[in-house]
């Protein structure tokens, strides 16, 4: 997204670590776990992905600037694009797709999908990183992915923020916690949050029921290590409800990588510090929802 550097929001690097060779290792081990299902796997699977990215933009003109860039940069159509690539990954078949652009600002996209039978034996569910665009594909059950956009900004300090809120919802045996690695990497993210969950129950050949068919016992052990050490994570599980939660904020804090149409040289010290802690309340209070004191010192 080379506006962002024009304009002065900058770009983290970040590494991609392939899970492919963890991935094989696991492949051979599902088939001797594989649970004998009586009918159609009638779990639901359902990954909610929230990303935020937060800036300070100085002047009202800087401000409509940043909206405007962050409404074009994930537009209905790279959204469709990103979500579309999801179902790749995942092996899922697209019957529908309805997409809008909103005015004055955000977006909203829909897909619709079915199962893709074809992969379904080499399916895994293991407690690992899912695959990046470019490796291949896993399974979807017929269910839909969502994704719907929130630019925003507060109208009094300059701080600027967007979140991006994804559902992906599955009617089958895969997990759509495959999906999760990719989606981490195609948002620049300074927050991440992240809820799975298993609703209703299936049988298998005896008639018992079963109320969650995989293993899991950290979102995080679905996040590739080089992404993990980018960030601070929390989880909060309920694991006898089959509900997971972590929470992730990066480590690493450079004002000049939150300034957007200016850069801290042109600031002066007082000013820097300033903005710093406005940026950081920010960041906090969204990371934890809720409002923090301003008595409170962040450092």
Request: charged share 25%; with cysteine.
């Amino acid at each position: 997204m080379t506006p962002a550097a024009v304009f002065g929001k900058k770009r983290r690097p970040f590494s991609v670590t392939n899970p492919d060779t963890v991935e094989d290792a696991r492949l051979a081990e599902q088939g001797k776990n594989r649970l004998r299902l009586h009918g159609f796997n009638n779990l639901t699977k359902t990954l909610s992905f929230n990303i935020y990215d937060i800036c300070y933009a100085k002047t009202a003109e800087q401000r409509e600037a940043y909206i405007e860039y962050i409404d074009e940069a994930y537009n209905a159509e790279r959204l469709t694009h990103i979500l579309t690539e999801v179902t790749k990954i995942i092996g899922a078949n697209i019957l529908n797709v309805a997409y809008q652009d909103y005015d004055p600002e955000g977006a909203s996209v829909t897909i619709m999908v079915s199962e893709e039978p074809v992969v379904s034996e080499g399916l895994s569910n293991s407690e690992s990183p899912g695959p990046l665009p470019e490796s291949v594909v896993g399974h979807l059950d017929k269910s839909h992915i969502t994704v719907h956009t929130y630019p925003e900004s507060h109208p009094v300090n300059g701080i600027s923020t967007f979140r991006a809120d994804i559902d992906v919802s599955t009617c089958g045996r895969i997990s759509p916690l495959k999906a999760l690695n990719y989606l981490i990497h195609s948002f620049e993210s300074d927050i991440v949050t992240m809820d799975y969950r298993v609703r209703g129950f299936t049988r298998d050949v005896k008639g018992k029921k079963h109320f969650i068919d995989h293993e899991i016992n950290s979102i995080q052990n679905y996040v590739a290590p080089d992404t993990k050490d980018l960030y601070q994570m929390m989880d909060v599980n309920v694991p006898q409800e089959n509900i997971f939660h972590t929470k992730a904020i990066l480590n690493d804090f450079e004002l000049d990588n939150y300034l957007f149409g200016i850069s801290e040289e042109d600031l002066t010290r007082e000013e820097s510090d300033e903005i710093r802690s406005y940026l950081k309340r920010e960041m906090m209070e969204i990371f934890y929802g809720r409002n923090i004191s301003k008595k409170v010192p962040l450092y």
